[in-house]
């Protein structure tokens, strides 16, 4: 079966939502414009979405504001709030098929990886928050015997969040799951890439009880949309995952406005350090080969800057090559095809182009290195592979956020420690090593927010996830996250 037609078909399996969820209804953008969703698959448009603006922001923060000063979700009872939750996790569950295929149709992910792993992780999340909704506790301070301190955690109000289109509804839940959890009303601004998913689910969370205004919808571009939230004088936070350059606009934009809360978690350009004791040359080179190669590379945590010891680099890096000439792209909508598309055309474009700027500026092009299945109308590129690539190219500065590993050699661990953080982002980085001592110096001697040894991606809902420097601030996952979405608030009772 073609490509087009097995979009056809998965067309004909899912419900498609291509308007604003706004006070819990859908309804087309004020201004009737609306923007094309191109699937990566084919090329083909699968349906236009409503493209919102500040007018429609300012329809969805009055009904979030409204929900939240009602207390309709803030003031509901802890165990009742939980309950919701845990059906709203359900009804995710038993749509989980027509997620994946959404999601697959509108990025180019393998339907295996939707599937098997972001709605899997989805409900993981929802489920996770719900359950802390009624476990977490307040807070008695040391006061004095005439005194009576208490802490309490209340919701910050209306939250709006900007998620990215390379996990289009997982890094959403991220942020809609906590922050109801603690009692907000939210306003989600999806990516004008990758929106099915996300107005689909707000209609799955008005089925489970979650009230009319308290999850919102706005799907558009970010200059209309995502700029008119971070301006909005009535939105007290929001929370932002996408590059570095948009996270320094939202906080110019909060600062602009009503000093809002910002957490932000942008950039990457993580080190995978190599070194000659790595315990298993196999499983690491696999392992170091799919932390770039996994979604097309088009993960904030991919492990593109391979930085392997120069006595094992040739070896090591032949392995990491071998496994990069066996990926080739494919159907995502084929359950066997572990390599997908590209999410759209100027993506594409933008990683072709740093390949090209990796030839010139000198950087030994092992494998990989342009378009594939060009004549299926998707945007697909080869896995690919640069050597002799020095810590300062574009291409080892820069967030590509495709399919490339500029492996760097390095002589020592000090020297390794060197390249590995030189460089603005903070997000991710990984070492493999025999020796615990060296696992244990390179843990605190790399500068980033998550650090992993011997293996790449390491993490679970339990555990939080974010960066250090221009990678961002402010935590996901784990009850970490709770604080973003929350105001701490210092009661002292005089007793007489």
Known sequence: M?????????LSKVTIRN?????????????????RCVTPIDGSVVTKISACDAGDVNQAVEAARRSFEKGVWRDMAPRDRRDVMLAFAENIDRHKEELALLETLDMGKPIFNTTHVDLRLVVQAVRYYAEAIDKIYDEIGPSPRDAVSMIVREPLGVIAAVTPWNYPLLMASWKFAPALAAGNS???????????????TAELAAEAGIPEGVLNVVPGDGEAAGAALAL????????????????????????????KRVALECGGKSPQIVMADCPDFDAAAQAAAWAVFYDQGQVCTAGSRLLIQQEIKQAFLDKVATVAKELVPGDP????????????????????????????????????????????????????????????????????????????????????MRIANDTMYGLAAGVWTSDVNTAHKAARALRAGNVWVNCWNGSDITAPFGGFKQSGFGRDMSLHALDKYTELKSIWMQLS
């Not at 073609?2 to 998965?10: I, L, P, R, T």
């Not at 995952?241 to 009503?258: C, D, E, H, R, W």
């Open 333 to 416: 909508l084929d359950p066997g095809t572990r390599f997908g598309a590209i999410v759209d055309e100027t993506q594409m474009n933008s990683v072709l182009d740093y390949i090209e700027k990796g030839k010139n500026e000198g950087a030994t092009l092992v494998c990989g290195g342009g378009q594939m299945l060009d004549n299926s109308g998707g945007y697909y590129v080869a896995p690919t592979v640069f050597d002799g690539v020095d810590n300062q190219m574009i291409i080892a500065q820069e967030e590509i956020f495709g399919p490339v590993i500029s492996a760097i050699a390095f002589e020592s661990f000090d020297d390794a």
């Open 186 to 200: 939210i306003i989600m601004k999806p990516p004008e890439q990758a929106s099915l998913t996300m107005l689909r």
């Open 232 to 259: 909005h004088e009535d939105v007290d936070g929001i929370v932002f995952t996408g590059s570095t350059a948009v996270g320094k606009l939202i906080m110019g934009y909060a600062a602009q406005s009503n000093m």
């Open 2 to 10: 073609s490509f087009s037609a097995n979009v056809k078909q998965a």
């Open 19 to 35: 308007q604003a969820f706004i006070d819990g209804k859908f309804q087309p953008s004020a201004s009737g414009v609306t923007m």
